[in-house]
T-cell receptor, first 110, second 115 residues
């Protein structure tokens, strides 16, 4: 079967660093996505990892370990506007259907 | 268009009525998805269209749900005899190709409330 697990909620302080973890079990592997979703808005693309390692993109970085079925999203220099849900997602075998985790709701406090 | 659009943005209906939700994908995108998102929950896959291939309907929760995509562009999701548990945000997304590396671009969603 396919399953994606991520924490339900996290709280962090403005200016700090936060790491949001995701573990996945998929039939085959076709990469892993992270999306950001602000309340009442549609998800927007953050990152896509298909190879092991860390990919950095400004304040956001995403890490993947295929052997461990594990990924994390790292947010640095947190800003209030980073308060949102972060969705981990993995395409199934064939890449057609994407399985989404329930999302991690991040609260950034002053 | 510049992005994925959906209409209506909000729909309130009475239990037992039929509703139609519309999605206009990004021009030229061959793949189109429908998802349902209940309050505070993740995205639940409903249906997937890719070009002229038969759609993947494996996520539709019951036979009250159906969707079509006309001319490989606009899609309509129809819910018949709506129930209160159908209340959710219905999101549409499109993708340029069937490749797994391509991201999906989401529309703003239709918030459906069944009274």
């Amino acid at each position: 079967g396919q399953n994606i697990d991520q924490p339900t909620e996290m709280t962090a302080t403005e200016g700090a660093i936060v790491q949001i973890n995701c573990t996945y079990q998929t039939s085959g592997f076709n990469g892993l996505f992270w999306y950001q979703q602000h309340a009442g808005e549609a998800p927007t693309f953050l990152s896509y990892n298909v190879l092991d390692g860390l990919e950095e993109k400004g304040r956001f970085s995403s890490f993947l370990s295929r052997s461990k079925g594990y990924s994390y999203l790292l947010l640095k220099e947190l800003q209030m506007k980073d308060s949102a849900s972060y969705l981990c997602a993995a395409p199934n075998t064939g890449g057609f259907k994407t399985i989404f985790g329930a999302g991690t709701r991040l609260f950034v406090k002053a | 268009g510049a992005g994925v659009s959906q209409s209506p943005s909000n729909k309130v209906t009475e239990k037992g009525k039929d509703v139609e939700l519309r999605c206009d994908p990004i021009s030229g995108h061959t793949a189109l998805y429908w998802y349902r998102q209940s309050l505070g929950q993740g995205l639940e896959f409903l249906i997937y269209f890719q070009g002229n291939s038969a759609p993947d309907k494996s996520g539709l929760p019951s036979d009250r749900f159906s969707a079509e995509r006309t001319g490989g562009s606009v899609s309509t999701l129809t819910i018949q005899r709506t129930q209160q548990e159908d209340s959710a945000v219905y999101l549409c997304a499109s993708k340029g190709t069937s490749g797994s590396a391509d991201t999906q671009y989401f529309g703003p969603g239709t918030r459906l409330t069944v009274l």
